[in-house]
């Protein structure tokens, strides 16, 4: 008797808050939810397997005077991941509806082409403090997006680049630590790199 009262009572509650007839959500769908995860797993593994087993004479190689080295790839890619880590949490924080996307996700890629996210530039002592930073920030954005129920497609960061909501900016993570790889793949392309 007691678990049917029990019952009852809930069910009236949820159709008093309106809960029980709601039909659709803006949490992350499957498909977005899946091909994030695969996206940050692949691209966090792809970059550390690249970078873990070089020496500081390679690090530290630049093709020319111009030209970045993988420590500075390395630093840079650390630094915008931690904050557009951050500004997806600002974002997740905050309400603001008369924010637009100024972007379709399909557009990310080209965009980063284009321009480097603004960011702080973090200053760290050496490369393994900089990707024990990637690896927590990467664990930390894995976790939120196996168990977010938030409305990450309502909730947006306005910057200079344009304005994002919290998925792309969680995704831009994945496109800018492709970018980067590419770049270092290029660094240690060159016929003069250390071996």
Not at 45 to 61: A, R, S
Not at 141 to 147: A, F, P, R
Not at 154 to 159: D, I, K, N, R
Request: proline share 3%; glycine share 4%; with cysteine.
């Amino acid at each position: 008797m007691l678990k049917r009262t029990k019952g009852y009572f809930l069910l009236t509650m949820l159709v008093l808050t309106g809960l029980a007839g709601r039909m659709h959500t803006n949490i992350l769908t499957t498909k977005e939810r899946h091909a994030l995860v695969v996206d940050l797993k692949t691209s966090r593994n792809d970059f550390l397997k690249t970078v873990e087993t070089l020496t500081p004479k390679q690090l530290n190689f630049r093709g020319n005077k111009t030209s970045p080295s993988i420590k500075a790839c390395i630093y840079r890619l650390v630094s915008i991941e931690n904050n557009l880590w951050s500004l997806s949490q600002t974002a997740l924080r905050q309400e603001n509806p008369s924010l637009k996307r100024t972007c379709a996700d399909e557009d990310l890629s080209s965009l980063v082409q284009q321009k480097t996210f603004p960011y702080d530039d973090i200053k760290f002592k050496n490369v393994p403090e900089a990707l024990k930073l990637f690896k927590t920030v990467r664990v930390d954005i894995l976790k939120y997006v196996h168990t977010s129920t938030e409305d990450v497609r309502g909730h947006l960061s306005q910057t200079s680049m344009g304005n994002f909501d919290a998925y792309q900016l969680m995704l831009l993570n994945t496109i800018y630590c492709n970018h980067f790889l590419q770049q270092i793949e290029a660094i240690k392309s060159q016929r003069n790199f250390p071996k």
